[in-house]
């Protein structure tokens, strides 16, 4: 049998898909227990599995309710009460003039993005195609093999600043950015995943500048932004233009098995999310927006984003930091990308003898899974920037215990790439 060309990208195989495998294996038990410092699997957090259990029982004692979570097909866009409760939410903590005409329901963040991506980049009616550019690069893994058209993504190498000892941060170098008529979407994650970069206000309102003047969207990947999961450890203000696109997930607030993103936009691009659901889907999963939907309606999902969720990954991120100083030879020219949410740390390992693929097998045979960050540098026009086979991606989601283990290691084969 014969795959078509499109086939063939979404079926042959890709960083995300080896990188959920690792982590699925690592979590559900198959083959060893490795200490996971790989995936993006979200926290364990005592408090947010008793809502999750008070909300399950609440739905299960219900008869109204179960059947309406497990018998009725929702419209493509979504439940028209959790439309409204995020609708009034937005309205309420950011000040947004947005109704339920502006929000559509997805299978995940993932999803929304395969949405989108293909929504605005793409062969066009002139026959040109149109490109989405990340405008900094290293970008989220997950993204990379999204295209339905090869060549459209374009990504922007950033700046580089040194803040501190071991200490280093990225920007957007606006200097190299120039979207052509090419350019159909600008896209950033904030924060972003590997890095833990908190793209600024001052730097999100430039680009929301350029996107008004070429009239594209500016696609804003929420994962672990505001008004949850609140994995944002320095200033951020949220953002709405007639441009902007955010997505927000439950993913990071907890509950990554419902499936459930929000994509906030203009209602066009609502609509036409909604529409490609339909054709793709019928409707989305019930489970999760009846787990969060009087969580959205109270406004209790900020509070314990704020009050659970961003404090506790603020104590692990701290335990992280501390067992580095403790076990990185103070020495080598290690650096960690500042870390301002997420919840992942970003490792240079600058002049490094060994490229991040060769420690990542190293550190894998040792049974420690992180992920090489050359995975992340996709859309680059400069195969030969040495950075992108010089970092490794460290999540700090898992047991304290687990995350110390695995940094001691990782340590080691620090002290042995240089
Ligand atoms: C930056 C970013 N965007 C989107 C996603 C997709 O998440 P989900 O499909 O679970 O909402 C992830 C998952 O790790 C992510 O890190």
Redesign the pocket.
């Known amino acids: 049998m014969e795959f078509s060309s499109l086939g063939q990208n979404l079926s042959g195989g890709s960083g995300i898909e080896s990188l959920m495998d690792d982590l699925g294996k690592a979590l559900s038990g198959v083959g060893p227990a490795p200490l996971m410092l790989g995936g ?1 699997n979200p926290a364990h957090i005592p408090e947010m599995e008793a809502v999750w259990k008070e909300r399950m029982e609440k739905i299960v004692g219900d008869p109204s309710i179960l059947r309406r979570t497990l018998a009725i097909y929702d419209p493509p866009r979504g439940n028209a009460a959790v439309l409204e409760s995020l609708a009034a939410l937005l309205r309420r903590e950011f000040s947004w003039p947005v109704g339920p005409e502006n929000i559509a329901v997805t299978p ?6 395969y949405f989108l991506f293909n929504l605005f980049g793409g062969r066009r009616g002139d026959g040109s195609l149109g490109r989405i550019l990340f405008p900094l690069m290293p970008e ?1 893994i ?1 993204y990379a093999n999204q295209s339905l058209e090869p060549g459209m993504f374009a990504g922007v190498q950033p700046g580089i600043s040194r803040t501190g000892s071991h200490r280093f941060k990225y920007h957007v170098d606006f200097k190299n950015l120039h979207p052509g008529s090419d350019i159909a979407a600008l896209c950033v ?1 904030r924060p ?2 590997p890095s833990g970069n908190l793209i600024s206000d001052a730097e999100l309102g430039h680009l929301a500048d350029i996107a008004a003047q070429r009239n594209i969207p500016l696609i804003i ?1 929420n ?2 932004g505001w008004p949850f999961p609140g994995l944002v450890f320095g200033e951020a203000k949220p953002l709405w233009t007639a441009q902007t696109v955010h ?1 927000m ?4 607030f907890g509950l ?1 098995g419902t ?1 459930t ?1 929000f994509v906030v936009a203009s209602p066009e691009v609502a609509a036409a999310v909604s529409s490609m659901m339909a054709v793709t889907g019928l409707a989305n999963g019930n489970f999760g927006q009846a787990i969060v939907g009087p969580l959205i309606a109270s406004g209790e999902i900020v509070r314990l984003s704020r009050d659970i969720i961003r404090p506790f990954y603020l104590k692990k991120r701290d335990a992280a930091l501390e067992a580095i100083a403790e076990f990185f030879p103070a020495d080598a020219p290690y650096a960690l990308h500042e870390s301002e949410g ?1 919840l992942f740390l970003w490792l240079w390992l600058d002049g490094a003898k060994k490229t991040s693929r060769e420690i990542y097998e190293t550190l894998k045979n040792r049974g420690v899974l992180v992920v090489p960050g050359d995975y992340f540098f996709f859309g680059l026009p400069d195969e030969d920037w040495r950075h992108r086979q010089e970092c490794l991606r460290i999540s700090f989601a898992m047991s304290d215990a687990d995350v110390r283990a695995g940094l001691k290691i990782i340590g080691e084969e620090v002290a042995s790439a240089f």
Do not use: E, H
Request: glycine share 16%; charged share 10%; aromatic share 12%.
């Open positions: 993006g995940g963040g993932q999803t929304a993005f989220y997950g994650s972003t995943n990947d994962a672990y997505v997930s439950l993913s990071k990554p499936r993103a997420a």
